[in-house]
């Protein structure tokens, strides 16, 4: 079990339920992230490359299956015209779209900044999807 506090939570939530990017890191965040926001009632897609992994496929089925607020899966292998519209459609709706920061699928897509001091790659996607579709990334 995950136990989360959030600092400025009504600002947050308030901003969430207007339609956001919430960026995660690869390791557990979109798990975790489906928890946490169930409990405020906001739907969340997770932007997120399906794998053969049984642990990581049971925990998707576990998401899934659980009668909370909606979590659904947008599927990155879907190809990128289908992804974008999911993507677009969610915020659109005004839901919560999270997607990983610190790991790109596609080489094109990442970005080498200073992060404490050493370069560091990030995936440069959130981070255009925000501005083109004027959405806050959190």
């Known amino acids: 079990k995950y136990k989360f506090i ?45 794998t053969l992994l049984a642990q990581i496929k049971n925990i998707e089925n576990k998401i899934r299956s659980e009668k909370t607020e909606p979590v659904h899966i947008i599927d990155i292998s879907e190809g990128g015209i289908v992804v974008s519209l999911k993507i677009a459609n969610a ?28 370069p560091a790659f990030f995936n440069k996607t959130p981070f255009q999807i925000s501005y083109i579709t004027k959405k806050p990334l959190i």
């Open 6 to 50: 959030l600092d400025y939570e009504s600002s947050i939530l308030e901003t969430c339920k207007q339609g956001c990017l919430f960026g995660l890191s690869h390791f557990g965040g979109w798990a975790a992230a489906s928890y946490a926001f169930s409990k405020y009632k906001i739907p969340i897609h997770i932007v997120m490359q399906e």
């Open 91 to 118: 915020l659109n709706a005004k839901e919560l779209v999270a997607i990983m920061l610190d790991r790109s699928t596609d080489t094109k897509n990442m970005i080498s900044v200073s992060f404490f001091g050493s």
